[in-house]
């Protein structure tokens, strides 16, 4: 389990984090949201010993990592930001020394390197030293050092980036596979539609202070504006999107071209249902009514514009 | 998964991670070359000392085993600052500057345990090499000679204590500074120059600076002189009636010994207690 209690850090006058609060469970993946400078990559370093708090405590199952980060962090495997290696070692090198640090037995780190090469597709590179890889090969393997001890907390600091596509797709699917294992994964994230495909939760802060923190379920229904495709069958006359801009809560439409129209739409779930049947009452026959960008993404956009 | 790994997994205690981390930083000195270069610098040094006597037609074969030492050491001095600069300047800053420390310390492994092995590594490597020095001055010695000065162990005991104190300094200042060239520098020059500056001027303006470190590593040479030699002062006639003093002062082996030891206990606790308060933001 991770707590931040309270949690503020300042570098001079600014508040990077401020009375932060939060409770990620024990098996769950909760993203962390927010625009840069947000906080988030600050909380995550207070979490992995890299710098002090100013005030608060963050605990890893219990022990204060501010405190105590020898004991608090044994069973952590953090990725915050993308690691530099040292170039000099290869990656079976550094693999060992980390795996020895950790007090992990020989045939362990032999064993669990293997795999982990494997998982992060650089098994191919295993005796070439780290200097030569490109930023993407350093963040598989920045993934892999950190499952290297089968640990029960993951701390992700933008885990898929500097990642192509591919990559991209491939930690996801470590990810997933690693909460199917009941692991406990923080991670923080820009992109949303990753936060929403591989997280139970999320946590969204600003200005270092928390908005929200709940199911992505929950989060999905937070937003109350959204962007809606409309298509009908046959062009959609000027006078009857007039007529469509003065529906109440509607917030504004787009022409995309003579029969196509999105619309931002603020109202529930039970509204929009009315919504379609005012716009079929104009006249126009409609043949495709979607909601169209993400959910997680609306509500983010909602929440960071009311915090600012 | 978490039960298996109770079993498996038993954390190293601190002294157990010591030596751990003191391999991994011997390895980067060895591979980064700066360890090849360093006794590579200290065969070159000790060869031309060596035979640049006989391309000029002289030898040592009149010499005695005291000032054949004599010869050699005064360079023992120079090779310390050179391996406190490659082997301890960059040794924390470098963590910083090049980011590797976001993949360290996140570790379970405490600050003052990594800062203990990499000091201990910066030691065995800077110890490699003033050993490696004097050890062929030794062999050298014995075969121009015939013997070793009686004071050579003790005079390789205070270049130790020198390196001690040296890289001590160089790591305060590696943990002061952000950047890795401008802690290389700050340290070559603070001890190649700056402090014996320091020194110079202090015999000019007979004054003797008991607490400069350089002054007190005079000591690596003096020792071997027998007897130990003594603070004297020369008169100059400047002409026009105005005439210059200008001293001459030995440390005292004792007091040497002292300020050595001050400064690297002083220097080690300070960069120790900057580097576990040092932030890795930004």
């Known amino acids: ?308 | 998964m978490t039960e298996e790994l109770k079993v498996t997994h038993t954390m190293p205690s601190d002294s157990e991670q010591i030596p751990v981390v003191w391999r991994y930083e011997l390895l980067k000195y060895l591979r980064s070359k700066r360890l090849v270069a360093s006794l590579a610098i200290v065969a070159l040094v000790v060869s031309l000392l060596y035979l640049l006597p006989f391309a000029f037609g002289d030898s040592y074969e009149d010499t005695s085993s005291e000032d054949f030492a004599t010869t050699f050491m005064g360079f023992a001095s120079i090779l310390v600052i050179i391996c406190a600069t490659f082997f301890g300047a960059d040794s924390i800053v470098s963590e910083f500057q090049n980011r590797t420390g976001y993949l360290i310390l996140p570790n379970p492994i405490k600050r003052s345990t990594l800062f203990l092995g990499k000091f201990l590594a910066s030691m065995t490597a800077g110890a490699i090499v003033i050993g490696l020095f004097y050890a062929l001055t030794a062999i050298l010695s014995l075969v121009s000679t015939g013997g070793i000065d009686a004071d050579f162990g003790l005079s390789f005991a205070f270049c130790i204590e020198y390196l001690l104190a040296a890289m001590a300094i160089a790591y305060l200042i590696g943990t002061i500074l952000k950047g890795s060239t401008g802690a290389i520098v700050l340290t070559f020059f603070l001890l190649f120059m700056i402090l014996p500056i320091v020194d110079a001027v202090s015999m000019v303006a007979d004054v003797e600076i008991d607490g400069s470190l350089t002054y007190a590593a005079g000591v690596i040479t003096y020792i071997l002189m027998d007897p130990y030699p003594v603070d004297n002062s020369t008169s100059m006639d400047m002409g026009q009636g105005q005439g210059l003093t200008f001293s001459v002062f030995y440390p005292d082996p004792g007091i040497a010994a002292l300020v050595m030891f001050v400064y690297a206990v002083v220097a080690l606790a300070f960069s120790m207690v900057l580097f576990k308060r040092k932030q890795l933001a930004g």
């Open chain 1, 1 to 308: 389990m991770i707590e931040l209690q309270n949690l503020s850090k300042s570098f001079g006058p600014i508040k990077a984090v401020s009375d932060l609060s939060l409770t990620v469970e024990k098996g769950t993946t909760v993203g962390f949201l927010g625009p840069n400078g947000a906080g988030k990559t600050t909380a995550i370093k207070i979490l992995t010993n890299m710098i002090s708090a100013t005030t608060g405590r963050a605990l890893l199952n219990g022990i204060d990592v501010i405190s105590h980060p020898k004991n608090a962090l044994a069973h952590v495997g953090a990725v915050v930001e993308t690691p530099e290696f040292y170039p000099y070692l290869n990656p079976v090198e550094t693999l060992a020394y980390l795996g020895r640090i950790r007090g992990m037995k020989p045939n362990d780190i032999k064993t669990r390197t293997n795999d982990i090469l494997d998982m992060v597709k650089l098994a191919e590179w295993r005796s070439t030293r780290i200097g030569k890889f490109s930023k993407g090969m350093k963040q598989r393997l920045a993934i892999g050092q950190a499952l290297l001890h089968e640990p029960d907390i993951l701390i992700l600091d933008e885990p898929t980036s500097g990642l192509d596509p591919r990559g991209m797709v491939e930690v996801r699917e470590i990810i997933r596979s690693l909460k199917k294992q009941n692991y406990t994964i923080f991670m923080s994230s820009h992109l949303l539609g990753e936060v929403q495909d591989t997280c139970d939760r999320a946590a969204l802060i600003d200005h270092g202070k928390l908005l929200v923190h709940d199911s992505i379920d929950n989060l999905k229904n937070l937003s109350k504006v959204s962007k809606i495709e409309i298509t009908s069958f046959g062009p959609i006359e000027d006078a009857k999107v007039a007529k469509m801009q003065s529906i109440p809560n509607m917030r504004g439409i787009d022409r995309v071209n003579h029969s196509t129209l999105v619309m931002t739409y603020e109202g529930s779930m039970e509204s929009r249902a009315e919504l379609l049947a005012e716009i079929q009452s104009l006249g126009i026959r409609v043949t495709g009514f979607s909601p169209v960008g993400l959910p997680l993404e609306m509500m983010y956009m909602d929440l960071v514009k009311e915090s600012r």
